[in-house]
């Protein structure tokens, strides 16, 4: 399993991350502009919230779950998720997890 949940926290960071980069290279860091094209559609609203949610659902698990097997640096998975997203942050600690149950 820790050989699936690296490359899944790899896949996480690099595929989200590529298709971001037309928006930051035509219009650069611009929150407003990302937040108002975010919630531009109902379709890409159902996705925020739907990420915005399975969010919040990770950390209360890796925070429960983390404390629970005295894992140390939780932090590092909600900084993970918010610069990235649950797709780089639920691998990542699953991966460390799977490292301290072993």
Do not use: N
């Not at 996705?47 to 915005?52: G, K, P």
């Not at 890796?62 to 691998?91: D, K, Q």
Request: with cysteine; glycine share 6%; proline share 5%.
């Amino acid at each position: 399993m820790r050989r699936t949940f690296l490359i899944l926290a790899l896949l996480g960071s690099v595929v989200p991350l590529l298709a971001f980069a037309p928006f930051v290279i035509d219009h650069g860091l611009v929150p407003g502009l990302f937040v108002s094209q975010l919630f531009a559609t109902p379709v890409s609203r159902f996705f925020e919230l739907d990420v915005l949610l399975s969010a919040i659902t990770f950390w209360v698990f890796m925070l429960r779950e983390g404390r629970r097997l005295e894992m140390r640096h939780l932090w590092i998975y909600v900084v993970c998720t918010l610069l990235v997203g649950v797709s780089l942050g639920l691998p990542l600690f699953l991966l460390f997890r799977e490292r301290k149950v072993s």
